[in-house]
């Protein structure tokens, strides 16, 4: 079912002067090409339209950018918590073990008696989405940390938080940008959803007032869906490096 | 999409739960009751169908080729960078091209959903496989075990918590992605929440809360099912 095909119906039919056999002979080859069921591509709508997709990728990249900042101070402060408390962990992996579970689109309603449909509500549900990923996997690097070196480091005089900070989290670096990296992938792609809670972002230019728009949009918009994850992907794992210059020499 | 309904009649928890086991008007149907426990066990079946349709199709694909490719060792750019790739793809533009693209009805979105938990479950069982300790492997060998009897009697053993850790993030991809599966002609729960001018507010917050039980209860199935098949011996290593 084309929704622009459904869309121009009506207003075609409704011209009173159009000849007998006017739509018979119309062969669909010959109708603008949105209006073709099932055509891939439309070169031409999308070279005028292309502009249309600027604000949803703006407002997709901010809730993006947002939610995964929340969660990834939130996840990374519960971590940094109960990294030295062993009988904290268990119960935090579970609670945000729930959180991941519940279906993001699930979570933006359940959210509509406190904070109504919208951005906010959307922004909070893909945080929490991202609280689990990012807990576990920062928790892991902390741990993984060879016991050797906290000695050492204890050896040197280093204070607790001075461990924590200049030898802990350093090293274990790699292990929370893979978290955060998985995040943000899924969130970008997550993300999509928000038009269903009236959240914006490129899921507009899947789904529009009631109906899935045509396959064009759908072509172009899941594209910039899936380069922007890519990019996040990309810029985080620079970030890596820069963080972790050592890792560099030893490679090298 | 406006939202006017929606800000007119505030959702409550209590009208949603009466949406749940009482029929309610509705002001679009033009009198005829939505909602109540029938509709509701009967969208509830109809996900929980899909779910399960769209699983077994991923394990089919994704579960001998991970398990081989583990065994193998080799594929790992196509075992892991699919997993990797699999998580941007987006869930509705991936209904939205499988409708608008082939059609809708229920065996195109088991496909598409299929191919949601595809990633997920080959990544995991390959490295699962992969990560399972060398020495009872050459053990088996060395005792004579033909490769397909190292692989299902020593290596999958193994590997299970980490195998079924895919299956268990494939099914909460699944489950999930089937809440807007209403948009290609399969109704669902999210029926609830997608044609929310027809249920209204408590409708829709009805649909919420039924879609975060039901994957929730997936979800606790599985980790029990997990519990289940994982040996003896392992839980004890692991206390």
């Known amino acids: ?252 | 999409m406006t939202g006017a309904l929606l800000t007119l009649v505030p959702a409550s928890f209590g009208g949603a739960i009466e949406f749940i086991f009482e029929p309610q008007s509705s002001s679009v149907t033009g009198g005829n009751k939505v909602g109540g426990l029938d509709q509701v066990v009967e969208l509830t079946l109809n996900q929980l169908e899909l779910t399960l349709l769209a699983l077994t199709v991923s394990m089919l694909v994704a579960l001998p080729l991970g398990l081989y490719l583990g065994h193998r060792g080799t594929g790992e750019l196509l075992a892991v960078g699919l997993g990797n790739a699999g998580r941007a793809i987006p869930e509705l533009g991936l209904i939205a091209f499988m409708a608008a693209a082939i059609g809708v009805g229920w065996r195109n979105i088991v496909i598409a959903l299929a191919v949601l938990g595809i990633p997920p479950i080959l990544t995991n069982a390959f490295v699962g496989i992969r990560q399972v300790d060398r020495a009872p492997v050459d053990a088996a060998r060395g005792m004579g075990m033909s490769e397909l009897a190292i692989l299902l009697r020593v290596e999958l053993p193994l590997a299970i918590p980490t195998v079924m850790a895919g299956i268990r993030g494939a099914t909460i991809a699944i489950v999930a992605t089937a809440t807007i599966a209403p948009l290609a002609g399969v109704l669902t729960l999210g029926d609830f929440i997608i044609n929310r001018n027809v249920y209204g507010p408590d409708g829709l917050l009805a649909g919420a809360i039924l879609v975060a039980l039901l994957a929730l209860v997936l979800e606790f199935s599985l980790a029990g099912l997990q519990r289940a098949l994982t040996s003896k011996g392992l839980k004890v290593s692991a206390a």
């Open chain 1, 1 to 252: 079912m084309n929704a622009f095909a459904a869309a121009l119906a009506p207003p075609l039919a409704a011209v009173g002067e159009v000849g007998e056999g006017f739509f018979k002979e119309r062969s669909s080859d010959t109708l603008p090409c949105q209006a073709r069921e099932g055509h891939l591509f439309c070169f031409d709508w999308a070279k005028e339209n292309i502009g249309s997709f600027g604000t949803p990728t703006l407002q997709h990249l901010e809730i993006v950018a947002i939610s995964v900042a929340a969660g990834f101070a939130t996840a990374f402060a519960l971590a940094l918590f109960a990294h030295r408390r062993h009988w904290l962990q268990p119960p935090l992996l579970a609670a945000t073990g729930v959180l991941y579970t519940v279906p993001s689109i699930a979570f933006f309603f359940l959210l509509l008696p406190i904070t109504g449909l919208g951005r906010d509500s959307v922004i909070i549900a893909l945080s929490a989405y991202t609280l689990q990923i990012i807990y576990r996997n920062t928790l892991a690097g902390l741990a993984n940390v060879p016991d050797s070196v906290r000695d050492a480091a204890r050896g040197m005089g280093l204070t607790e938080r001075q461990i924590l900070w200049r030898v802990e989290l350093p090293l274990a670096t790699p292990e929370i940008v893979a978290g955060l990296r998985i995040a943000t992938v899924s969130t970008v792609a997550i993300a999509t959803l928000a038009v269903l809670a009236s959240g914006g972002g490129l899921g507009v230019k899947f789904y529009t007032g009631g109906n899935l728009t045509f396959l064009t949009s759908i072509v172009i918009a899941g594209a910039i869906a899936i380069l922007m994850a890519l990019a996040f992907d990309v810029v985080l794992l620079g970030i890596q490096r820069l963080l972790t210059p050592w890792r560099r020499a030893a490679a090298g």
